[in-house]
Structure formats: C-alpha cells, structure tokens
DNA sequence: TGTATAAATGAATACGTATTCATTTTGCAT
DNA sequence: ATGCAAAATGAATACGTATTCATTTATACA
C-alpha cells in the first residue's frame, strides 16, 4: 500500500487557494500576501507536503544535481576530495550522484546515466575522459570539470596541482639532501599526473647530470607500491631514494623496505605525493607534497557555477602549487 | 546557450511515428514491429536522444535513485562500504545520491533533500535516525534499512554484525590467551555497536570473574584511538590488552603505544574490529574481527529490494556472524 | 477467401510543478 | 468617494514521458 503523496494541489484545495499560488509560496516567489502565506504553509505543514523536486526540475530546467565521477574511493585522498566536495556542493543546495567508475575510462553507461538525469555538471576525479565522452556532455549542456586531472583537448575545465612544479622542487630537494641513486614508482602512464610528475623530476635530475634513475610502474595503490618496492630494492640494492607517484604507495613502499629489512631512511629515503592524513602518523611520518585539497575544491566549483550560469564561458584551467611537508621519511646523506 | 535537447515526440517526428510508439521502444515493451523498432533506433541515434529521467519517473512513480547517508566516509571502513554498495546498486540500474552527514543524527535538511527527490530508498549507515526521521520516510512510502546500526524501535529493517556475539568471542580470546589487564576503547555511547560490543566483552570477563576493565571513550577516529591510548598508559601502566571499537581506533592506539615506547604485542596487545585493508599492512598486522562486508551490503540491497516491492514487507533485522582474523598483534602471555 | 484473433499503432491523458497572461483586489493619492 | 497603479490571484498551459483506450493492421486457421 503506497502511502498517498500529497500535491501542491491538495495544499490549495485545504488552504481555499489555487495552485499557482501554492507553488508561488515554495518557489519563493514574493508575490503572495501575507495571509495566505500563512494558511498556504499551515496547510503545508498538516499535510507534510513535499515539492516533487522531479516535476519542478522538468519546467525549471534545474536539477540542482551534480554528477561526481570517482574511481579507487578507497584512496584516503579520493575519500578526503568526496567529503569536500559534499560539504561545498551540499551548502549550495546541489545534490551528488556519486559514481564510482571501475574502469580507467568513463564508460558509456556512466555517462548515459549522467544525461538521462540531466545534471548540471559533472566532476570527473582520477578517471579518464574520452574526447567523445566529453563531446557528448558538452552537447547536451552539461558542465565538465576534470579534477585533478587535464586532457590535451581541451574542451574541459580543469583544476590540479602543478605536478611538473611539484615534482621538480621534490627532486630539487632530494638532490640538495645528498642523495645519488632515485626511484620513481608512478601511477598509470597515461595519466596527466603521472606524466607531469615524472617529466618534472626527470628535468632536474638531468640539469645534475644524475642518471642514476629507476621507473618502476605502478596504479597509485598501496599493493601496487609494496610490490614495486619489492621490485626495485631486489633489482638495485643501492637506491637510496625513492619518489612515489603519491603517499599511498609510499606507505606500501615503506612498508616493504622495512619487511626486508631496511630502515627509513636510514637506508632508504621516500617521498611521496598528496599529504594524506596518514602521511603523518608516526610509524610513517612521510615526507610528502601536499594538495592544496580544499581551495581545489573551491575553485572547481566556483568554476563549475561559472560555466553553469554562463554556458558560453570559456574552459579554464586552474593549476594549484602546493607545497612540500618535510616530516623523517627523507635523511640527509653525509 | 542551452543547447536543445531533443525529445521523444522529435524522434517520432523524424521516424515517422507517433510519440507513443518510441516510448515503447525506450520503455522496453515488447509491442512493437521490427520495423519500425528500427526506424526509431536510427531516428534516437542520428539525434542522440536520452529519455528524460526525471519525466520519465514522474510517471512511473519508480525513480531508480538510493539515498546512501553516511558519516565518517573517511574511516576506511565506511569508504569500502561506499564502494561495495555502489557496484552492487549500479548493476541494478539504480543511482545513488550520496550524503555525508556531519552530524550524529540525521539532519532535517537531508531528509528533505531525499524526499524531494522521490528515491526509493534510504540506506542509513554509521549515523543516527530518530523516531520522527524514520516515521517521515515510512509515510512517504520511503523504505529505509539500517546498515551496521539498529535502533530499539523496530519500524526500519536493519543488517549489522553480531556485535554481542563478535565481543564475546574476542573477549574469550584474550582471557585464552592468558591476558589479565583489560581495557576497552569505544565509539559515541549511544550507538548500537559499541553498546553490544561492550556488553558482550564485559560479560565474559564477569564469568571468568576478571574485573580489571578500563574503558576509555572514543569517536571511532584514528585520532580519538591515540588519544585513548595516551590516556590509558598513562593512567594504568599494567593494562596488557586493548579491545578497540574498530580498526581505525586500533591504529591510533598502536602508534600512541609505540610513541611512548612500548611494543606490540610484546607489552600491549591490541585486537580491532572491522578487519579493514590497512590491518593487514605489515606495520600493524592487526588481530581483528572481519565484519562480512560483502554478505551484509547483499543482504541490504536485498532487503531493499524485498521491501521496494511489497511495501507491506515487515521490517526485518539480518545478524551477520563474521570471524576473528588471527595476526601478530594479539600475543600470548606466558 | 473470409473470419476470428492477436499484434501494432496513435490520440489523448496524466504525472506535479512553474509560469504566463488575464483578471481581480488592494493600497494610495487626490 | 474616485481613479489609478501595483500587487495578488487563478486559469490555463508546458515540461517530457508512460499508459490507457480505441482503432487499425497483421496473422492464423478453416
């Protein structure tokens, strides 16, 4: 038995008014007088009546939802950018539909979903954007933010740190702490982050005249690190630093240095990349390079608004600094 | 500029069809010819047509959305219940709006939010309902389950662990073990699962006459675990075994024990709850209680399922057993 | 070939709201 | 009291789909 769902027409019938001017009322409309106000939201109120937010979206072309497209959730930054996201979004009276991609593209489906629902926008984190997906939200008015994340194409916003920055002053400072032989274990090689990351350390490394660098590919999980650790230290017992792609292989590589036996840094130095939270609990202590997380998140969503209000605005990418978090993952060679 | 968005009745006009029959094609009915299916394919293809979800679900009253509202998406834990729900919901052709709460009861705000959006359901995880929230979905035909919380009266249905059974089982465990000194760190006080879990732990020390029992507050947060731990070791240096509400509280505590300088489990054991990845990381190596993550999102959306369909379904509540996962942070004392 | 029956189709309508447009009411100055 | 502008109101309509009902077309069988 369906409970019965009362309408804005059921609310005008008990209060002696008409339709419209209910739906004047919610719609916060300020032409209604006072009077009926009153007896519009009295009669409201005994019925629990509720907008149908559906039937409203159909006429204002306004669903007020946002689409947030994520993949690996159980990455403690992607969980940190989830939260924010939410609490940004959910202050501006926008509602998330969360989807959490498996595959290293956004799929068909994803994006079907997407459209059938018609968001305003949608934040695209960690994942990949086709050039045709992106067409297809583009010609259905649908915002795209890539976060992040940038594509050369670009038909798309987006907003990320500066990993080729980053990542120079990282081996910058690597260098200066005496340090010979490098590592870098990376995330999917076809990611911009991973591109820039590596180009940035590569560049300063090269201004040295060090050669002395291993590539071991990883997929930005804490397995993927333990292995490539496990990888590289049975490859080259004298890298005496190793830059990982972010702090979650890190925390796999440090973990597998000290399963063989290796102290850090004693033996092994390790940076990583994010500044997640457990980046600096003490049996880590990583030193890493942390996302300006939060105005991140603001500037996607200023931008996201932006281009919503005016579908004629131009792409724009924001790229952030950021800034490196020295804690005892990283020891001075003598 | 809005770009248009074309509708059903522009598909039946360049098929040269009428409205309704495309609607059947996207409906799935069956009576349609081949034909003319055909015809409305290329016409829907040629012009990129997306059924409109919400005009759609204005009709058929079913709009395919799940309200999931957690809090704490950053416990690992609650991250990988995100994860698991969505694949399993996704599959189902259900979308899921996602609502962190920051509070520990269900919000006013939120509720409305998933009322005005019609969902189907609601799945309440690791947050409060009270009496009045859930009465508000009952009378809107909304179904709500609690996952890993119940509430004492009884109108939603619930799938959680044996948490009764889970601590007892651990708590003969210890005492097995030869541990004399206990304590316990729990969540918020008024939850469920740290009720039952106390309640079980303290009854088998009662039975073996063991009334060494410290127990120190906590908010299930790696910080809040430290913090306890801190408080404990220094209040009672004799204490050899740490029940911990869950994993993340687990890990606080054995990095607050080893900052002082004492080490596991050769000087404290420590057992969690949850059986999150992180537990099995080399530096932890955390005994724990594994909750049967993926049996209890089945059962939910089952549930969910169950009661979508036949909203005369009783509420039903779904105990799950789970085991204890023996590693190395549990010793035996001689 | 003709008839009974099933399948396919289109016209019309409903879902619940916001909005336009025409009409009525109110407030205010004279 | 009168007239006028402004505010308030209601009737009607649109949003894009699914579905009912009546009608037409195809199919099967004798």
Redesign the pocket.
């Known amino acids: 038995m369906n409970k019965k769902?009362y309408?804005?027409?059921d609310v005008a019938e008990l209060a002696g008014?008409?339709?419209?001017?209910v739906?004047?009322v919610?719609?916060g409309?300020?032409?209604?007088?006072e009077?009926?106000r009153k007896k519009i939201l009295d009669a409201a109120a005994k019925l629990e009546?509720?907008?149908?937010a559906h039937?409203?979206s159909?006429?204002?072309r306004k669903t007020m939802m946002i689409g947030i497209v994520m993949r690996n959730i159980r990455n403690p930054f992607y969980s940190a950018v989830l939260e924010i996201f939410h609490n940004r979004l959910a202050a501006l009276g926008y509602h998330m539909i969360f989807i959490n991609s498996e595959n290293e593209e956004i799929q068909e489906k994803e994006i079907t979903q997407l459209l059938e629902y018609n968001v305003e926008g949608v934040i695209i984190t960690d994942a990949l954007l086709s050039s045709s997906a992106s067409q297809k939200f583009n010609r259905n008015g649908i915002v795209v933010i890539l976060f992040n994340r940038y594509t050369e194409h670009m038909e798309s916003s987006a907003v990320f740190c500066d990993n080729y920055l980053a990542a120079k002053q990282i081996a910058t400072y690597l260098v200066e702490m005496g340090h010979k032989s490098f590592a870098f274990i990376s995330g999917p090689s076809d990611t911009s982050t991973t591109i820039d990351r590596l180009k940035g350390f590569k560049e300063v490394l090269d201004e040295k005249k060090i050669t002395d660098l291993m590539i071991e590919p990883g997929n930005y999980t804490y397995e993927s690190g333990f292995k490539a650790a496990q990888e590289l230290m049975t490859k080259n017992r004298n890298i005496d630093c190793i830059f990982c792609g972010n702090d979650i292989i890190a925390l796999g590589v440090m973990d597998a240095i000290r399963v063989i036996g290796l102290k850090i840094p004693e033996d092994v130095s390790v940076i990583g990349f994010d500044n997640i939270r457990m980046a600096e609990w003490p049996s880590y202590s990583l030193t890493t390079w942390e996302q300006p997380l939060e105005e991140m998140v603001d500037s996607t969503v200023e931008l996201m608004l932006k281009e919503i209000n005016d579908k004629e605005a131009t792409p724009q990418i924001m790229m952030m600094k950021g800034h490196l978090v020295v804690r005892t993952s990283v020891k001075a060679k003598k």
């Open positions: 769902n309408t804005s027409q008014v008409s339709q419209s001017t739906s004047r919610f719609a409309n300020t032409n209604v007088s009077k009926k009546y509720q907008p149908n039937a409203r159909l006429i204002t």
